[in-house]
Antibody, heavy 120, light 107 residues
């Protein structure tokens, strides 16, 4: 069974940093592009970043470019999102997702999400 | 960035109703569109990609159509488990973007 499990969320002060992890299982992790997206409380989905299968290429939304870094460890089947200079507006549930083989950008499997709260 | 506008943002319907949700793109995106369903407190679930291709395991009462700038998601006969929020997403170019969502509630 394909499974993605996020961890690392929590309460952080404005200006602080946090690293999210996404543990993958049930598929050949190293063959797939991966994504991060988020959802602020009561709001819609926002795509944040993607990384290619070997980690050599990544793309970011303008809202997080320069503050967030996506990376992966294929040996550990784990995706990461390093977040720095956090702001109150970064408060959200963060989801990792697997890119579909049939069409790039389609997210065919999502984790359950991890909540990040930025507050003093 | 490509903007996606969903309508309506809220829909009240009864079990058995035919429901149609529209997604309009700010520029042409061919058929590079996906639809997702999200229930409260849960992760999104892929329903349709390439505008009209049903994801494996998704009931056939869901269908998608459209190309260019206008797309629709149709539920032919609404079931109790279909009450949720639905999002469209464009895959044409980065940054990937989602529509604002359509919440389907029980009448």
């Amino acid at each position: 069974e394909v499974q993605l499990v996020e961890s690392g969320g929590g309460l952080v002060q404005p200006g602080g940093s946090l690293r999210l992890s996404c543990a993958a299982s049930g598929f050949t992790f190293s063959s797939y592009w991966m994504h991060w997206a988020r959802q602020a409380p009561g709001k819609g989905l926002v795509w944040l970043s993607r990384i290619n299968s070997d980690g050599s290429s990544s793309t970011y939304a303008d809202s997080v470019k320069g503050r967030f870094t996506i990376s992966r460890d294929n040996a550990k089947n784990t995706l990461y999102l390093q977040m720095s200079s956090l702001r109150a507006e970064d408060t959200a549930v963060y989801y990792c997702g697997r890119d579909s083989e049939v069409r790039g950008g389609v997210i065919d499997c999502w984790g359950q999400g991890t909540l990040v709260t930025v507050s003093s | 960035d490509i903007q996606l506008t969903q309508s309506p943002s809220f829909l009240s319907a009864s079990v058995g109703d035919r429901v149609t949700i529209t997604c309009r793109a700010s520029q042409g995106i061919s058929n590079y569109l996906a639809w997702y369903q999200q229930k409260p407190g849960k992760a999104p679930k892929l329903l349709i990609y390439a505008a009209s291709t049903l994801q494996s395991g998704v009931p056939s009462r869901f269908s998608g159509s459209g190309s260019g700038t206008e797309f629709t998601l149709t539920i032919s006969s609404l079931q109790p488990e279909d009450f949720a929020t639905y999002y469209c997403q464009q895959l044409d170019s980065f940054p990937l973007t989602f529509g604002g969502g359509t919440k389907v509630e029980i009448k």
